[in-house]
C-alpha cells in the first residue's frame, strides 16, 4: 500500500471514498467492526474521532457523551479506558432504539493495527491540543504513513498554531473556507505550509470550479463532505442518493476527489458506473 500523501497526489486517481465514522450502516459507528466493514465494501479512508481518557489513553468517540452510543449520560473523558472497554456499543448510529452490541470503545492503538497497510485514516480530534500525541502513537504504531491531521486554516493564528505542532511524519490537510472575494487570499495562506489535501466549504460550487487549475497546480486535493449537516448546504448524501449526478457528479466535475460520506457503498456504485 502506498504512502497517503502519494496516493491522494496521483492526479489520474478515481476519486477517494471517506468511510464517516467507518462504514457505520451494519455495525456501531467509529467502532473496529465499522473499520473493518468500509475496508470490505471498498472505501479509501476511513474518518474517526479521537478523544482522551481519564487516565490519558487514546480512544474513538465522536460524542462527547456517551448517550446516543451506549445509553449512559456521562461525559466519555470522564472515564478510564478500562471502563470505556466495558461498554457496549449500540448498533449503527446509536439512539435509544438500537440494539446493543458486542462491540466495544476502541483505543486509538487497536483502530492502527486493523488500518495499518489496509485503508487510510483521517483523524478528527476532538480537542486539536492532542496533536503531537496522536502523531507520536501514529509513529509509534507504524501508522504514520496512513494517517492525516486536520484543523482549520482560515487565519495567521491557525497557520502559527499549525506550525507549532510536533507531527513529523504525519500528513496534514487542512480546513478552509473558499469565497469568490477571499480565495486568492486563503491560498495565499495556505502556500506556506502547503497541505496535501484541503477540506473545502464554498460560497458557490462555481468558485470552485473557477479555481480548479490553480488546486491542480500546487496539488492540492479537494475533500468535501456529503453528509447531512448544515455545513454541506445542498450537497447532501441524501439528495445524492436520489440524483447522484447532480450532487456527487457536479462535484467532480468542479475539482473534488475525495468524498466523506455516511452511504460509501452507493458512492462506489456511482463512481464504478460513471467510469465505464
Not at 52 to 67: N, Q, R, Y
Not at 81 to 101: C, N, P, Q, V
Request: one cysteine or more; aromatic letters at 8%.
Amino acid at each position: 500500500m502506498t504512502h497517503y500523501v502519494d496516493y491522494i497526489a496521483d492526479q489520474k486517481r478515481a476519486p477517494a471514498i471517506v468511510a464517516h465514522r467507518g462504514a457505520w450502516h451494519g455495525a456501531p459507528e467509529n467502532s473496529l467492526a465499522a473499520i473493518e466493514r468500509a475496508i470490505a465494501v471498498g472505501a479509501d479512508i476511513v474518518e474517526l474521532d479521537i478523544r482522551k481518557s481519564a487516565d490519558g489513553e487514546l480512544f474513538i468517540m465522536h460524542d462527547d457523551t456517551l448517550l446516543r452510543m451506549a445509553g449512559i449520560d456521562r461525559d466519555a473523558e470522564t472515564f478510564t479506558m478500562a471502563e470505556l472497554r466495558a461498554i457496549s456499543l449500540r448498533e449503527d448510529d446509536g439512539g435509544e432504539h438500537r440494539t446493543t452490541t458486542d462491540q466495544r470503545i476502541p483505543t486509538l492503538k487497536q483502530a492502527f493495527e486493523i488500518i495499518r497497510g489496509r485503508i487510510f485514516a483521517d483523524l478528527d480530534l476532538k480537542d486539536r491540543g492532542l496533536f503531537s500525541q496522536v502523531a507520536a502513537c501514529a509513529r509509534d504504531m507504524n501508522a504514520a504513513s496512513y494517517v492525516d491531521l486536520k484543523t482549520n486554516v482560515m487565519t495567521r493564528e491557525e497557520l502559527d498554531w499549525v506550525r507549532a505542532q510536533h507531527i513529523n511524519g504525519v500528513a496534514f490537510m487542512a480546513m478552509s473556507k473558499f469565497t469568490a472575494e477571499t480565495i486568492y487570499q486563503t491560498m495565499a495562506l495556505l502556500s506556506e505550509i502547503k497541505p496535501f489535501m484541503c477540506e473545502i466549504r464554498f460560497d458557490s460550487l462555481q468558485t470552485i470550479k473557477a479555481n480548479r487549475q490553480m488546486f491542480r497546480d500546487v496539488n492540492m486535493a479537494l475533500w468535501t463532505n456529503t453528509l447531512s449537516m448544515e455545513a454541506s448546504g445542498e450537497w447532501v448524501d441524501k439528495a445524492a442518493l436520489v440524483d447522484p449526478d447532480r450532487i456527487w457528479g457536479s462535484l467532480i466535475d468542479a475539482g473534488v476527489s475525495v468524498f466523506q460520506t455516511d452511504e460509501p457503498e452507493a458512492l462506489k456504485t456511482y463512481l464504478e458506473g460513471r467510469r465505464t
